[in-house]
């Protein structure tokens, strides 16, 4: 079967650094997602990789092993707006843009 | 700026109603999405869509059907509502050349 396992809760302090890791077992893969969900809002997208590495983006980053089917999303600098759940996602090839998400990690910034 | 609405975002109807949830996105993608989300759950696919007319089901089409007549308008249907369906609908869109989905507000719908 198709599944992505991400930590249920993660808590940290402000200006801290906090991973979120991502283990993915799916029939096809494309790329690696992670979107953030504020209480009551929609969910946004963060980053993507496609390839191993680390991808930057400010703050946040993403890191993609293909090999061991792990991903992790790094938040730098932590601010209490940073509070949200967080949502690793697997593109799957094999059937047009069908996305798989996981259940949703949820970050308490505490100050 | 992107922009996916929803036609509601509260909706309460009675077990056995036809429920229609209606999607519109103003950006010509090509990929519109249905999920639902439970807490504890994450989003789970209950159907796609990557062109007018086309379907295709996700991981969770039992109990729903959906529409495509037009590019801009994704509409998901609950043929008999039931207390189960009770949850939060979210509509996405994207097009091929994209990575990201872009998000409704979402519709929290209560079937009692």
């Known amino acids: 079967g198709q599944s992505l396992e991400q930590p249920s809760e993660v808590t940290a302090v402000e200006g801290a650094i906090v991973q979120i890791n991502c283990t993915y077992q799916?029939?096809?893969?494309?790329?690696l997602s992670w979107y953030q969900q504020h209480d009551g809002g929609a969910p946004t997208f963060l980053s993507y990789?496609?390839?191993?590495g680390l991808e930057e983006t400010g703050r946040f980053s993403s890191f993609l092993s293909r090999s061991d089917s792990y991903g992790y999303l790094l938040l730098q600098e932590l601010q209490m707006k940073d509070s949200a759940s967080y949502f690793c996602?697997?593109?799957?090839?094999?059937?047009?843009?069908?996305?798989?998400f996981g259940a949703g990690t949820r970050l308490f910034v505490k100050a | 700026d992107v922009k996916v609405t929803q036609s509601s975002r509260y909706l309460v109807k009675r077990t056995g109603e036809k429920v229609f949830l209606e999607c519109v996105q103003d950006?010509?993608?090509?990929?519109m999405f249905w999920y639902r989300q439970d807490p504890g759950l994450g989003l789970r696919l209950i159907y796609f869509?990557?062109?007018?007319?086309?379907?295709e089901k996700g991981d969770i089409p039992e109990g729903y059907s959906v529409s495509r007549e037009k590019k801009e308008r994704f509409s998901l249907i609950l043929e008999s509502a039931s207390t189960n369906q009770t949850s939060m609908y979210l509509c996405?869109?994207?097009?091929?050349?994209?990575?990201?989905?872009?998000f409704g507000p979402g519709t929290r719908l209560t079937v009692t």
């Open positions: 996405a869109s994207t097009s091929d050349s994209l990575y990201e989905q872009y």
């Open positions: 799916t029939s096809g893969f494309y790329g």
């Open positions: 990789n496609a390839l191993d």
């Open positions: 996602a697997v593109r799957d090839n094999t059937g047009g843009f069908k996305t798989i």
């Open positions: 950006m010509d993608h090509e990929n």
């Open positions: 869509s990557y062109d007018v007319k086309m379907k």
